[in-house]
């Protein structure tokens, strides 16, 4: 029996250990598979403009079912966590909680990626994450490089196309960007997007992890007086179903770090109230650029109407409002109705929908019932 520290032979896919997201730093991926994976096919993607992803797979359940020739192979679907997060977000909760598991067990193939950036794919193919260079990206750079890439990748491993899963202003926004302008329509079979967002420095990387962040919010949480639970929740909006426990791992994994022109681009979507191009801060730069003087504006209304969308928000999330939600679906008032799947749930907040305790319940058995409805 192949331990579950062990390399996936072939491919050298490091695999998430199934029983509990803290054995991961008991049960760190070796040396071999992170040097293998600079030279695809193997573990990981090198994008087109040189960044070099680290993927995980679950490619069975606890069952160690991997999918048999009767019953064939399994359907993959690809796990994008949102800004300020890795790929760890998906586990972080029991196997029976968390979604990557959840998905597994129901006899999916799992894919997690990890953003440009973050723990596991700060590599590029001639730059260093310490230059400013490596930081040189926004949102527009993950819905043209990088989603193509990951989903490319998880296309040509299994030979099926991809049912897709984004949580927040990264995981939905890059892939709304994507399909608004015809990409991955023909590699991806559906989209399930949680805390859907579309509208909301001095230095190249924004770390919210690096150390004077960190001294600065460890002395804040010494004084009795402030509730650090509730220092997340004034960012996020007031999460229902948290437990103390995952409140800890969730705080200890994450966040991680970004790029100072990613959350720029995300201002200036905010600032403006429609997602559009990065804005390069000057007639003349955006006319080099775009050959035009301000960025063009992303089309959701463009995205086929045949493709199904299913779309899950709360009602306590303070960076997806239900308004946020409410333009997007205006945007969407030409998709087919049977191909769009949408879901409110009152007492949800941004968090809940990746580690809340009653998010399986709630939101990823409807998640599941969306995808099986595709065969």
């Given amino acids: 029996m192949m331990s579950r520290c062990s390399i996936v032979s072939s491919d050298s896919y490091y695999l998430l250990p199934l029983q509990r997201a803290d054995l991961l730093r008991r049960c760190p991926p070796s040396a071999a598979p992170f040097s293998s994976w600079q030279r695809p096919p193997s573990g990981a993607v090198t994008t087109e403009d040189g960044y070099i992803l680290t993927m995980q797979r679950i490619p069975e359940g606890r069952n160690g079912d991997g999918g048999t020739a009767a019953a064939g ?15 760890t ?13 959840v998905l597994a067990d129901a006899g999916y193939d ?3 990626a990890n953003a ?13 994450s310490s230059s400013p260079a490596y930081w040189r990206w926004s949102w527009d750079e993950l819905a043209l490089y990088e989603l193509p890439a990951t989903v490319g990748f998880v296309y040509q491993k299994t030979g099926k196309r991809v049912d897709y899963v984004g949580h927040s202003m990264v995981g939905t926004l890059m892939a709304l960007a994507s399909l608004s302008e015809g990409r991955l329509v023909d590699k991806l079979r559906s989209a399930a997007l949680l805390s859907p967002m579309l509208a909301w ?18 002395l804040l949480c010494l004084d009795p007086s402030i509730d650090c639970y509730d ?14 426990s995952t409140v800890e791992l969730f705080l200890n994994y994450e966040p991680q770090p970004t790029s100072t022109r990613n959350m720029v681009h995300f201002a200036q979507t905010y600032r403006d109230g429609v997602p559009s191009k990065f804005d390069f801060g000057g007639r003349d730069a955006n006319l080099r650029q775009y050959g035009q003087e301000r960025p063009p504006a992303y089309n959701m209304s463009a995205i ?17 409002d239900v308004e946020d939600v409410r333009r997007l679906l205006i945007d969407l008032r030409s998709h087919d109705a049977d191909k769009l799947t949408v879901q409110f749930v009152p007492e ?15 939101v990823y058995d409807q998640v599941l019932a969306f995808f099986r409805r595709l065969g």
Wanted: with cysteine; proline share 6%.
């Fill in 73 to 87: 192979p399994r359907q993959p679907v690809l796990l994008q966590h949102g800004v300020l997060m890795d790929g």
């Fill in 89 to 101: 977000t998906w586990v972080l909760n029991s196997p029976e909680e968390s979604l990557a598991y």
């Fill in 110 to 112: 799992v894919w997690i």
């Fill in 116 to 128: 440009r950036g973050t723990r596991w794919s700060r590599r590029h193919s001639t730059l260093d």
């Fill in 201 to 218: 420095l001095g230095i190249s990387e924004f770390d919210p992890k690096g150390l004077p962040v960190t001294n600065f919010l460890k």
């Fill in 231 to 244: 220092l997340m929740t004034s960012l996020t909006g007031k999460n229902c179903c948290l437990n103390e």
């Fill in 304 to 320: 086929s109407s045949e493709f199904p969308i299913f779309l899950s928000y709360g009602g306590r999330d303070f960076l997806s």
């Fill in 348 to 362: 949800f907040a941004h968090v809940d929908f990746i580690i809340g305790v009653s998010a399986k319940t709630v």
